[in-house]
């Protein structure tokens, strides 16, 4: 809670229609692509291309799971807002 207080880490509100996007982005990953897209998964990338959006910058969202750059890979439009960065791997991928 110290860092909230601090600004070390902001809460984000929940954007607007965040679970209908989450469960479009399911049906564009599995029945355009075939793609095993959750909807966890989903839902954090509407949140990071929405805050990406709302802040006028690119979002590095940091994760280990390769289906999210294979959404990343798959829809471009989302490159221009959010890149994925591996911690283990220590590499950020660019579409």
């Known amino acids: 809670m110290q ?14 229609k965040l679970i ?3 469960l479009t982005y399911i049906k564009f990953a ?7 897209f959750r909807a966890w ?3 954090h990338l509407f949140h990071a291309y929405y805050w990406s959006r709302d802040i006028n910058s690119i979002v590095f ?12 890979n798959d829809y471009k439009e989302f490159s221009k807002f959010v ?4 911690p283990f791997l220590k590499v950020t991928y660019y579409c």
């Not at 860092?3 to 954007?15: A, E, G, M, R």
């Open 20 to 22: 209908e996007n989450a």
């Open 41 to 43: 998964d989903s839902a």
């Open 30 to 36: 599995t029945r355009e692509k075939g793609r095993g």
């Open 83 to 86: 890149l994925r960065s591996d």
């Open 3 to 16: 860092w909230i207080i601090d600004s070390k880490v902001i809460v984000l509100n929940q954007p607007p």
């Open 61 to 72: 969202f940091v994760t280990t799971d390769e289906d999210f750059q294979r959404m990343l």
